[in-house]
């Protein structure tokens, strides 16, 4: 999840080739919350319905009933993306429900939604004490721990978050996420984390036995951190489409190799196909809006930009792609417009750089 600091260059619609928090993460789908129900089907609901009838002769349904009912609309409040009004709601429910960890892992959610990483890596450290261990809220917290670190801090941290994510591994053994991960922990930090070469091949290799696509995707990773040539990439980018053309990492990786390559038609048409395969991913949207802003269609771009933005009003990284459209086209109302409402929304968001732009606009 790296950071949109590298794209504040001096010259402000400077196209880069910085993708933001894709790369191995583009497989796992958007975070909701998961409930578990005991004894599903119709047997369950018998059960329920008992225990409610219990619950009521008891005289106690009422407010157990109107709890439910309050962390469930702040829930429905997480999924609309209300962030503001949904972590209000959560900080004072568990003022009176501090061992709710159901809460404190949308809280997590929703600070981190709002850019506020060392908030939510506390969150969802406390989900963690409460509920026990879990591979998404695992990777949750170590996805914004890892945000929260300078330099030296990760290098201390490093082996606690390998752990971590060796953990998650065990639990899902196909989290395309996590084995990425865990194989550049091997690789970059071996004396740290007690790994090697060998163990981050492994890793990888044991991906491809168990999730062919997403194991040949990664590989194509490892390529290109390894700064082997072009065609070794792409080669395993292509056996895994082959595998299943529909899987949309793949898809998404090839795609943006070719519109890096300047081959924007091929490359657009495999991020539509990645989009059609995986219609809820906002980081798919988000960087075929990129794409299309760097094959220069970029009013196409901001439609795209809005697009998310009305599904996701707090998509922070969409409205500030759409705030630097307005500035080039000089529309300096609607720029201000935009960087306000992000400043607003998620205040912890490049807020240096925000001011900054907002100061520059309103001389």
């Known amino acids: 999840m790296d950071s949109l600091s590298a794209m504040h260059e001096p010259h402000l619609f400077e196209y880069t080739d910085v993708e933001d928090r894709l790369s191995t993460s583009l497989a796992r789908p958007p975070r909701e919350p998961v409930i578990v129900v005991p004894g599903s089907g119709r047997s369950g609901g018998r059960v329920l319905m008992t225990l409610l009838m219990f619950l009521l002769g008891m005289g106690v349904s009422g407010e157990a009933l109107a709890q439910g009912e309050g962390l469930q609309q702040l829930r429905r409040q997480v999924s609309d993306h209300r ?3 949904a972590q209000a709601g959560l900080e004072n429910w ?3 429900h501090p061992r709710d960890g159901e809460a404190w892992r949308l809280l997590g959610q929703v600070r981190e939604g709002r850019w ?5 890596a506390d969150a969802y450290e406390r989900a963690l004490d409460l509920l026990g261990e879990n591979p998404d809220l695992l990777m949750s917290w170590v996805m914004t721990k890892g945000q929260t670190l300078n330099i030296l801090s990760a290098i201390f941290s490093a082996a606690k978050l390998k752990d971590a994510v060796e953990r998650v591994v ?6 395309m996420e996590a084995r990425g991960l865990l194989a550049a922990y091997y690789a970059v930090l071996p004396g740290i984390v007690g790994g090697s070469q060998e163990k981050s091949d492994r890793i990888v290799q044991e991906l491809v036995q168990l999730d062919p696509a997403a194991g040949l995707t990664l590989q194509g990773y490892q390529a290109e951190q390894a700064g082997l040539p072009d065609s070794v990439k792409v080669n395993r980018w292509e056996a895994a489409i082959r595998h299943d053309p529909g899987f949309a990492g793949a898809l998404y990786a090839l795609g943006q190799h070719l519109v890096r ?5 091929e490359g657009l048409e495999l991020y539509r196909r990645a989009m059609r395969a995986e219609p809820g991913d906002m980081r798919l949207r988000l960087s075929y809006g990129r794409a299309l802003r760097r094959a220069g269609r970029a009013d196409e771009a901001a439609d795209e930009f809005r697009a998310i933005l009305a599904d996701d009003p707090y998509y922070a990284d969409a409205r500030f792609y759409l705030a630097e459209y307005y500035e080039r086209i000089e529309d300096r109302q609607a720029a201000i417009r935009e960087y306000q409402t992000l400043a607003l929304h998620n205040p912890h968001y490049e807020e240096k750089e ?8 309103m001389r």
Do not use: C, G, M, V
């Open 83 to 85: 962030y503001r009004e």
């Open 94 to 96: 568990l003022e009176t």
């Open 116 to 120: 506020d990483y060392k908030s939510a």
């Open 170 to 175: 065990e639990l899902e053994p196909t989290n």
């Open 261 to 265: 390559q300047e081959r924007f038609e």
């Open 354 to 361: 925000i001011r900054r732009r907002l100061r520059r606009l």
